[in-house]
């Protein structure tokens, strides 16, 4: 059953993939562009993973964060994931839990085990960072083809590959960015580098993705992202292990009641 | 024969905060993982104002002990066993000194059911500044008026949940008396009542079965979330009540009460709209309350990086100077700041007014984490001014200031 579902998938990507690279060839816009890459990225169901966080100052002191997480793909809208926080210790066991919706503001809600309370998160405003990394929170989730305007720039190179380059415009107006610059592998589509504008349109920092792997013959999903702020020198490395895909959960596995006991 | 339990207690406070620096560990195989871990905390609390009863002291150092144990196994790790035990040891007061089990509980899921049996911790309700329909488990006295410190509840808790929502029914048993520290501590009300010892509505006293039911619900429809709760609740009142027996001395009781409750959660863009009602029956009085307000975020400010949360709730609660939190027409004004940065620097600032009799009362709490296994605390909370007709009166000069200091393992 899975094995035909995966098959049905991947015949339906290759389908979309054709349709839509001819429409690619013929127009040759940044959306299209994007949503090649996102589509060659889907289908994936649901996943786990491991995830390390290395903060580094402008002095080279760096700091150590762990977590782990699982995601599961919902059709037509945005995906549901579930990180749990493993250091440091104080935030141990905490749980937040997101719903990103394609065409409106992600839901949010965190569990925090001292209180031993679910607690719903505004989050309409995603620009600020993610447990003081340079990672704003509207850099991290799933990317959502909707909440941008896209145009081509044209070729590039980035990690010694060949690239398109397509600048994405965010249409929330609490982003922090004026505009993205994407590196699209010509080749498999996968993005390569992002660099973020700030809201006067200066660089603010680079994302490099590096160390990419390919899953299940199908998915190329990098172990290591990169980012680097251009204006104050701190970086922060992101590094996935242990990444499974397809694994047993269901919606179930994403619910208030799931969000209080998961480990 | 005092002081001497004194010493006894502080050499106790010595040897938790060595041992609490013990070992915390992790162990995971496919079937099976092991969590050990908590925290141990020293506490330096100061009084500025002089004490209103004799035998109080002007400052108080205890130590705080919590470990927690996490077990899980089986296919997909469906059962566990969760522990979290809690000591404090306190310098002055030997009521204080308590230990108490937060949770200790066998839990079982499969697919949208789950099944739990044991001492456990159920919140419910979207309020800050107070919990009013939250009912559950009995708030720990002797931690300071902190509403968020509660004790744990033996209990039996089936969830399932359905399209509709979450359906939640609890069995519950051994009522927890809520009980205020002895003599020596503060801050603590008038007259030392023997507070583990009350009356009890109804033949069968604190082993009565309870029981408690709700429903619960999140709905997203056009950018809007609403959250909701409905909840039955019938057995002891976790609030006490004083009454003069013949000899005017005065007893604690708890009643046997019917308790219905309203949770409503409106989440859109930056702001949360958060109603909270009930409707409470007992023998003697049928009563009505609700908490009403508004959270706001403004989220990273001026590009800083840094939340601001602001808090405006209204309490309105029919059962008057009963309530011993003081909140029957109160207005609570709150801010919470939240740095996001590498320490996870939080300040939290809460003020609230009285509209009857001008009660003013503040908190303030400060965290930020030291290292990979520090945390500091600060907190402050103040009786501004405290009008006669409320039970916090007879607290009016236990204003404090408290420095802390976890270190977790």
């Known amino acids: 059953m899975k094995t035909t579902f995966k098959t049905l998938t991947k015949i339906a990507t290759t389908l979309s993939l054709g349709i839509l690279l001819s429409a690619f060839t013929s127009d040759n816009s940044g959306k299209e562009i994007a949503k090649l890459s996102k589509e060659s990225s889907s289908g994936w169901g649901t996943s786990s993973v491991t995830m390390t966080m290395t903060l580094t100052n402008r002095n080279g002191q760096k700091t150590i964060r762990k977590m782990h997480g699982y995601n599961m793909e919902v059709a037509q809208d945005g995906d549901k994931s579930m990180t749990i926080f493993d250091t440091p210790k104080d935030v141990k066991g905490t749980v937040s839990m997101t719903f990103s919706h394609r065409k409106s503001d992600d839901e949010q809600w965190l569990y925090l085990p001292a209180i031993q309370r679910v607690k719903r998160i505004s989050s309409s405003n995603k620009s600020g960072p993610f447990m003081g990394s340079e990672f704003a929170f509207e850099d991290i989730g799933s990317i959502e083809i909707e909440k941008y305007t896209y145009n081509y720039i044209g070729e590039g190179e980035a990690n010694g590959a060949k690239c398109e380059k397509v600048e994405r415009f965010p249409t929330s107006k609490t982003s922090g960015y004026k505009r993205n610059v994407v590196y699209y592998n010509k080749d498999n589509r996968r993005i390569e580098r992002i660099e973020f504008y700030d809201r006067k349109n200066t660089l603010l920092k680079t994302l490099v993705y590096s160390d990419y792997k390919l899953y299940d013959s199908t998915f190329w999903r990098a172990d290591k992202l990169n980012m680097v702020n251009q204006q104050n020198g701190k970086e922060t490395l992101l590094e996935f292990s242990d990444l499974k895909l397809g694994v047993e959960l269901s919606e179930d596995d994403f619910s208030q009641n799931a969000l209080k006991r998961v480990k | 024969m005092k002081s001497l339990i004194r010493k006894g207690n502080l050499l106790i406070l010595l040897f938790v905060g060595v041992y609490g620096t013990g070992f915390s560990q992790e162990k995971t195989s496919t079937n099976f993982t092991s969590n050990i871990g908590g925290y141990t905390r020293f506490d330096i609390q100061v009084f500025p104002k002089n004490a209103l009863y004799s035998n109080q002291h002007s400052s108080n150092i205890s130590a705080y002990y919590q470990p927690e144990v996490e077990l899980e196994w089986g296919k997909k790790k469906r059962h566990s066993l969760s522990f979290k035990g ?22 079982y899921y499969i697919k949208d059911w789950e099944f739990s049996f044991g001492v456990k911790k159920v919140f419910w309700g979207f309020a800050e500044s107070n919990h009013l329909v939250d009912i559950i488990n009995q708030y720990d006295g002797l931690e300071g008026f902190d509403i968020e410190q509660k004790l744990g509840q033996p209990m039996a808790h089936i969830s399932k949940s359905f399209k509709w929502g979450t359906l939640d029914l609890l069995g519950l048993t051994y009522h927890r008396p809520l009980v205020f520290p002895g003599e020596e501590g503060r801050p603590r009300p008038q007259g030392v009542l023997n507070y583990k010892k009350p009356d009890y509505e109804g033949k069968h006293g604190r082993y009565r079965p ?14 809007v979330s609403l959250d909701f709760g409905l909840s039955h609740f019938y057995g002891h009142s976790r609030v006490p009540f004083f009454k ?47 908490v009403i307000g508004e959270e706001y975020t403004i989220s990273n400010v001026k590009n800083s990086g840094v939340d601001l949360g602001l808090i405006a709730e209204y309490t309105y609660d029919q059962r008057g100077g009963e309530v011993i939190n003081g909140f029957d027409n109160d207005l609570f004004i709150g801010a919470r700041v939240t740095a996001n940065d590498i320490n996870s620097t939080e300040l939290i600032a809460g003020y609230t007014f009285d509209l009857n009799d001008n009660t003013q009362t503040y908190l303030v709490k400060f965290n930020r984490r030291i290292g990979d296994n520090w945390k500091l605390n600060l907190t402050a909370l103040g009786y501004t001014k405290v009008s006669s007709k409320q039970f916090l009166y007879q607290l009016r000069r236990d204003d404090f200031l408290r420095f802390s200091m976890y270190y977790y393992f």
């Open chain 2, 86 to 107: 809690f000591l404090r040891i306190s310098q002055y007061d030997n009521q204080s000194t308590h230990a108490d089990i937060r949770t200790l509980y066998y839990n």
């Open chain 2, 210 to 223: 309870e029981v408690a039911l709700r429903w619960s619900n999140s709905v997203y429809i056009n950018n």
């Open chain 2, 244 to 290: 003069l027996d013949q000899n005017y001395n005065p007893t604690i009781q708890y009643e046997l009460i019917n308790q219905s409750g309203l949770e409503l959660q409106l989440a859109s863009g930056a702001s949360l709209l958060k109603f909270e009602g009930i409707r409470r029956e007992s023998k003697r009085e049928t009563t009505f309350g609700y």
